[in-house]
């Protein structure tokens, strides 16, 4: 059984960099169909697509958040690392990782299963 | 770019059909998926690739499409099945991940 478990700071001033960290159980990295996304969820919002990457380490980030963004993985750790600069109170929310299947690359993209997510507040 | 629209709420009776659609131009090329929210939750798929239903979902849940739309249909509503319902989708064109914003299911 695969789970996922997010874990970072709670509490992030404005203008610093967040790091989330994702880390994968039941599962290697290294296996050829896991993939790993980032998604997240201001308060009483909606869900937002954030990045992810593939088993073969190909990255993809959504165009509204792509300049201040970085994925990358650590097989030996079994973890996903999320970077994201300069954070604004808009960016207060809850951030959860998710298993991705990819297989069949972009035509077939879900998330299954989902870490309980991580609540990040962004205020000075 | 594209997007996904959803009716923000549904309100059903307990036993009644409740449908949720989710609009868009992706949807013809991409495949639609749905998740389910309980408050305070993580999201939990209910449906991959338009209809197919994962293990352990209930079978009162189903999926179909039609061109734009795809809808997620639940038969004989129970009270747990309260919740925000998120459907999802890929644009091609980025390519890049699509959530629509939402339906929340009300059990009157």
């Known amino acids: 059984q695969v789970t996922l478990k997010e874990s970072g700071p709670v509490l992030v001033e404005p203008t610093e960099t967040l790091t989330l960290t994702c880390t994968v159980s039941g599962v290697s990295l290294t296996y050829a169909r896991m993939g790993v996304s980032w998604i997240r969820q201001p308060p009483g919002k909606a869900l937002e697509w954030v990045a992810h990457i593939f088993s073969n380490d190909e990255e993809s980030y959504s165009p509204s958040l792509k300049n201040r963004l970085t994925i990358s993985k650590d097989t030996s750790k079994s973890q996903v690392v999320l970077t994201m600069t300069n954070m604004d109170p808009a960016d207060t929310g809850t951030y959860y990782c998710a298993q991705i299947d990819d297989t069949s690359g972009w035509s077939e993209v879900w998330f299954d299963p989902w870490g309980q997510g991580t609540l990040v507040t962004v205020s000075s | 770019s594209y997007e996904l629209t959803q009716p923000p709420s549904v309100s059903v009776s307990p036993g009644q059909t409740a449908k949720i659609t989710c609009s868009g131009d992706?949807?013809?090329?991409?495949?639609g998926y749905w998740y389910q929210q309980k408050p305070g939750q993580a999201p939990v798929l209910v449906i991959y690739?338009?209809?197919e239903r994962p293990s352990g979902i209930p079978e009162r849940f189903s999926g179909s499409s039609s061109g734009t739309t795809v809808t997620l249909t639940i038969s004989g509503v129970q009270a747990e099945d309260e919740a925000d319902y998120y459907c999802q989708s890929v644009d091609s064109s980025g390519p890049y991940v699509l959530f629509g914003g939402g339906t929340k299911l009300t059990v009157l």
């Open positions: 690739k338009d209809s």
């Open positions: 992706a949807l013809p090329k991409q495949y």
